[in-house]
């Protein structure tokens, strides 16, 4: 080996760690000693700062790339859902139209026919409020982007534990 090189090994089995001092002298330590030696030459500040942003940079843009990709899977479930509400919807506003018609037609046996219709009108406005509730409720607890937001949190706990 030349003088100036190093030489890192290390055995499972003889716990021994030999490495050069600089120097050319070679020393060997048991592992239980403490050696300290860089992993990376000394780098400048300016350096470390242009490897921190890149990273964040590198981060920042993975972030967004996890949340285009969840929300493009979340917009076609949510699709293919619409799609079948959407044809439930038709179809629920046939019976619905046909069944009040009917109701209406039997209240017109019992009392004036404007007023027969204008009962189902009104029976009808209230479930439709009450549905409306319903779903202003549900809507509430709807939470967009569960993972994307989850790691965006934990980012900023690592960023904050590595400015302390």
């Known amino acids: 080996m030349q003088p100036g090189a190093t030489d890192d ?11 050069s001092d600089g120097n050319g002298s070679g020393r060997t330590q048991a592992d239980g000693d403490r050696v300290t030696e860089p992993l990376q030459a000394d780098r400048s500040l ?11 940079s590198t981060l920042m843009r993975q972030e967004v790339e996890l949340g285009r ?15 079948g509400f959407a044809g439930a919807g038709v179809g629920a506003w046939m019976c619905v139209l046909f ?28 479930a439709a409020a009450i549905l409306f509730q319903m779903g202003r409720r549900r809507m509430k607890d709807v939470e967009p982007l569960p993972q994307t937001t989850q790691s965006i949190k934990e980012d900023v706990q690592w960023l904050n534990a590595q400015r302390s």
């Open 46 to 56: 300016g350096d470390l700062f242009g490897d921190l942003t890149q990273e964040l």
């Open 99 to 126: 069944v009040s018609l009917t109701v209406a037609w039997l209240l017109d046996h019992v009392m004036d026919r404007a007023l027969a219709f204008a009962i189902v009108a009104i029976a009808w406005a209230v």
């Open 9 to 19: 090994t290390t055995r499972s089995a003889g716990t021994t760690r030999s490495a």
């Open 69 to 83: 990709a969840e929300l493009r899977e979340e917009a076609q479930r949510a699709a293919k859902a619409a799609g």
